[in-house]
């Protein structure tokens, strides 16, 4: 079982000791590395493992996967309507370290770095005087806030990536929240199936399957990042009974053609992996050029629908700024309604009438018992 892994690459912490920091060697020309280094680090840092940089097309500037990892000068436009922190998430930090914007459910901020920086990162600014991590006075301050909210019944732990922690740390943080009567579900967010597949290790995954109910959360962006590691990863989870849903990012160039769309999602029901969420990117400030169009965001539930099952099919949803919550986004197939009937939209764009149920007579009342 714990056999030493037969090539240095197979080693999670060596994948992570040797992450790729310097653009130029990914391939990016001197002079774009250049213009970002005299950005004066307005950009967010590389970061990428070299088992992620194996999957980039070399030579190919439009590669999906390294639009999502290469740091762009487009970063330091700066636009009106994109700013800091868009969800406001240190607003809604009730101590540093725990996030919380529904009455059910809280996230925990358990670690600062991942494997890979993705360029669409919603916590870009973690360690940045902005959000932190829990320390471990932190962490005992979280637990005691838990503790007293019982309405708390959803428990996610994120970060950065939780996963850059070892086994040890991570069981220690889930025995401890496991250990509140009132928490119903843990939920790991993670993209280490993604970007460091090795790190799901089958240790790992019986860790986790100890203290379920547990869902792990991942984010597969593009069909390429579906490699038979990311597949033997995501099946060690799903073996041991642990759900794994898939929180991907619509991206400008990456995953906004309604075909590479239903390609990922077919990928995924393949892997056991049920599509959760197609979030439109965030509204931070340097991720101008990645956005896509609400119409291009509906064009492809439209495409989805109809080509794959219900169960491979993500919601679309936005999340807010101003941290009011995510919210759905559907195509819409309610044409008119009236009290007796509604006019629907069939998938082939034919109108149909759907009665509606007759309303119930006084009879019906009486035998209910509602009335003497
Ligand atoms: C996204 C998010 C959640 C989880 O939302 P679900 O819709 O339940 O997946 C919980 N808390 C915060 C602060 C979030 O941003």
């Known amino acids: 079982m714990n056999r030493a892994p ?54 190919d500037p439009d590669d999906p996967l390294r639009i999502m990892c290469l740091p762009d000068p487009k970063e330091t436009r700066r636009c009106e309507h994109l700013r800091f922190d868009p969800i406001d998430e240190l607003r809604h930090s009730p101590i540093p370290g725990l996030v919380r914007r529904y009455p059910d459910r809280a996230v925990l901020l358990v670690s600062t770095s991942c494997p890979v920086n993705c360029r669409h990162c919603t916590r870009r600014s973690m360690g940045k005087g902005h959000l932190t991590a829990l320390t471990p006075e932190g962490f005992q301050s979280a637990l005691e806030y838990l503790t007293e909210r019982p309405e708390i019944r959803d428990v996610i732990l994120s970060g950065g990536d939780p996963l850059t922690l070892e086994d040890r740390a991570l069981e220690s943080m889930l025995r401890a929240v496991r250990k509140i009567p009132s928490v119903d579900i843990v939920r790991v967010g993670t993209r280490a199936p993604v970007t460091l597949p090795m790190r799901v290790t089958t240790e790992l995954a019986n860790m986790l399957a100890r203290h379920g109910p547990l869902y792990v959360n991942t984010q597969f962006n593009h069909p390429r990042e579906l490699t038979g590691q990311a597949a033997d990863a995501v099946a060690r989870l799903v073996d041991r009974g642990i759900v794994v849903s898939n929180q991907a990012v619509l991206l400008r160039g990456v995953n906004d053609r309604p075909e590479t769309m239903l390609e990922l999602c077919r990928g995924l029901l393949r892997a056991r992996v049920r599509p959760y969420y197609l979030f ?17 965001g509906l064009a492809i539930m439209e495409h989805l629908r109809g080509r794959i099952s219900g169960m491979g099919i993500p919601q679309l949803v936005a999340d807010l700024p101003g941290g009011i919550g995510k919210v759905p986004i559907s195509p819409n197939h309610i044409v008119a309604r009236y009290p007796d009937r509604t006019v629907l939209r069939a998938l082939d764009g034919r109108e149909v009438t759907y009665p509606e149920p007759e309303p119930a007579r006084r009879k019906d009342r009486a035998i209910s018992g509602s009335t003497p």
């Open 6 to 59: 037969t090539k240095r690459q197979d080693d999670w912490r060596w994948q992570l000791a040797h992450r790729i920091c310097d653009p130029t060697a990914l391939g990016m020309a001197p002079h774009r590395a250049c213009a970002l280094s005299e950005s004066g680090g307005a950009v967010f840092p590389m970061a990428v493992t070299p088992y992620y940089a194996s999957l980039l097309q070399p030579g």
């Open 280 to 296: 439109l990117c965030d509204l931070w400030e340097g991720l101008e050029h990645l956005r896509t169009r609400v119409d291009e």
